[in-house]
């Protein structure tokens, strides 16, 4: 694995979205929803950070299966509700950018007051929508990472770093 980011890069990413969420919304009640699983740490070392009155909820997706997208399920039973309120989406990374916009659809229908996103990461040259998310940690090259809450078949999301998965990193496809 080659680290794309270490530790105390991460830390001044989180650092930087909490200001802007911070300036933005000031002493406003938000109320943030992650999408799991892949936000759970991103969203854990975020709120610690935000300085309004929070309420926090998830949605959970499912797109992947290894390195290859599949079709999309959304499952949102666990979500608070949004309604007339301020809802910042969290996720952790920003790539074809359909998974964020059909959760964004699905969180609009919900009547909140206003719908903001924010991402760990956004994979440069990888965008299939025309929308970016309002807050963003780091622009990435297009490679495949873990870490921090990034996973490959369930693997690697402890990792305190992000690392970009080489070729002898993934299984042998080969049989």
Not at 36 to 58: H, N, Q, W, Y
């Amino acid at each position: 694995m080659k680290i794309l980011l270490n530790q105390e890069e991460l830390d001044a990413g989180v650092e930087r979205l909490a200001r802007e969420i911070n300036e933005t919304y000031g002493n406003r009640p938000l109320t943030i929803v992650g999408v799991l699983t892949g936000s759970f740490i991103l969203m854990a070392d975020l709120i610690r950070k935000l300085e309004m009155p929070l309420r926090v909820g998830v949605v959970q997706t499912s797109s992947y299966e290894g390195t290859e997208r599949g079709a999309l399920s959304i499952n949102s039973e666990m979500m608070l509700d949004i309604a007339g309120r301020d809802v910042v989406l969290i996720d952790d990374i920003f790539d074809t950018g359909n998974t964020l916009q059909e959760v964004t659809q699905l969180m609009k229908s919900l009547g909140p007051n206003s719908l903001k996103s924010a991402v760990l990461l956004l994979k440069t040259g990888r965008q299939e929508v025309d929308w970016v998310p309002e807050f963003v940690a780091f622009d990435i090259p297009d490679e495949f990472v873990v870490g921090y809450g990034l996973d490959f078949n369930d693997e690697y999301r402890n990792l305190p770093f992000l690392a970009c998965l080489e070729p002898a990193d993934l299984p042998d496809t080969e049989s």
